[in-house]
């Protein structure tokens, strides 16, 4: 059996945001989409001495840029290969995140998704399955659903119901 | 007429994330120190290709992993080397941040500081002056108070009130 | 001279929100709006009993309603009857703010206002002028936008530019 | 079976918050506290004309207030009396909370707990289990650590372990 079609366009998001060479790349070239159904994604990250703070954890602002991005990757999870522009993100630190070798793992599910605003909760846990940190990201999409390569997915995110797009 | 002993330490600081090579250098190695009292830190960054995300802006992570790094500084600028871990941090973003070849200021302000916790904010500017987002960081600081590297400063951070670091 | 149109303006929004008999008039029935020009608004709350915590300061839920409302009320002092609906609100407590007798002072400053989307901040001071909270709030308010109720003010808020409503 | 001692317990620091007659029970007078078990408690709100704002539904303060509050609830049902102070509070709106007569529903959770602090997560649904907001909550508990009327539960919350108040 093949992979899933919702998994598969949301690792194409993924992989127009490396072919970018922006911020996402920079930070985390490395990062896995593990599995994708619509409105949930999980990721995975080893970590690398680039991402780290001066006492050898996880940064923050690593762990915030990811907030962001699989956020936005949770709403692409929807099938839009647009995902809007972030009005509000924020994260808690319960735990240092992991030193080098380690894996950091986020999982990013939409909460709510309308017309204009979309909602996303990432949650990051650690080799242990120990909750690391989570965060919060609101999105204004209103610009942005409906956008060409935007493309409809079953309710479990194996096939599509509509393909828009090429 | 030298340069404060304040922006010297804070500039220190800095310098030391640098030479870490983890997430800060890996996100804006040309971060400049512009000015350092105690309590208050203004930076500026060039925005390079690297900085953005898809649509050609800056990406709302690298925003964010300034409000964290530039809270942290601005915790420096009081004097301490270590700058403690952080609770909670969050951002607003309110219009695009700039492009490449545009420069975007952040200035960093300690609004508390006991002996447990640190609070700071962080407002970012374009070139035109306009406010383009804004961020709130806490850090738990309870363990890093008296570090060996700590200094203090004269009210106006031009002179060291005790050295008590190389 | 006579009261400026935004603050008479900016009063009556809240004094809809007395007449409607909910949290605002539950919480700070006694709430008093200072000043309004467009876009900015101080208020002051003598703190009273029903105001407090266990411990006898007032209580952050208290200070997260005003964030709320006077964030709120900074986007009425634009002219607006309809405010929108709250999507993000979020407030930092750096010291306690205040026991029976003390006044609490919040200022709310709308950063950012487009079509869709309104943010605003609100610091809260004590008698002392000291800080003691800040908090951010960001609005839908793409439906309240052509209420008919809403006017347009000068710049300095003196006067209505075009008297929609009676 | 009688009901177990973390319900009692969390029970009994909900009724201290009564008895002050603070800002808690003017604006939730009739919360019930449903269930608790060492860092998670539910509990439940039937909404009332005084928990509205102008549009009828839930005030998003009202949601805020309660957000602090469970928050606070479910550091208690760890076994404090006294819950620390909040250092950041937040909140996501997803869509309206309720109307006169609806119950909301909320959920606190620790997600973690030190010596110096505590992080919570509130959800909220409504009475048809649909998410319709959540809150993150951070306190500062390192002076409340140690008082007098703490207690510490069996791992299920059933018993007392050491009972070392009356």
């Not at 080098?100 to 793992?105: A, F, M, P, S």
């Amino acid at each position: 059996m093949g992979m899933s079609a919702c998994l598969r366009f949301t690792r194409r998001v993924w992989h127009s945001f490396v072919e970018n060479k922006g911020h996402d790349v920079q930070c985390f070239p490395n990062l896995e989409i593990l599995s994708a159904k619509p409105g949930v994604v999980e990721a995975s990250l080893k970590i690398e001495p680039y991402n780290l703070n001066r006492v050898g954890t996880v940064h923050g602002g690593l762990i915030m840029s990811l907030t962001d991005t699989l956020g936005s990757l949770a709403i692409a999870s929807k099938g839009h290969f647009m995902t809007g522009v972030s009005t509000d993100v924020g994260t808690s630190f319960i735990k240092p995140a992991g030193r080098v070798g380690d894996t950091l793992y986020g999982k990013a599910v939409v909460t709510a998704m309308g017309k204009s605003l979309a909602y996303t909760r990432v949650d990051f846990t650690n080799d242990n399955g120990s909750l690391v940190a989570y965060g919060h990201h609101t999105k204004y999409i209103g610009k942005s659903l409906s956008h060409k390569d935007n493309v409809e997915f079953t309710e479990d995110g194996e096939n599509l119901v509509e393909k828009k797009s090429a």
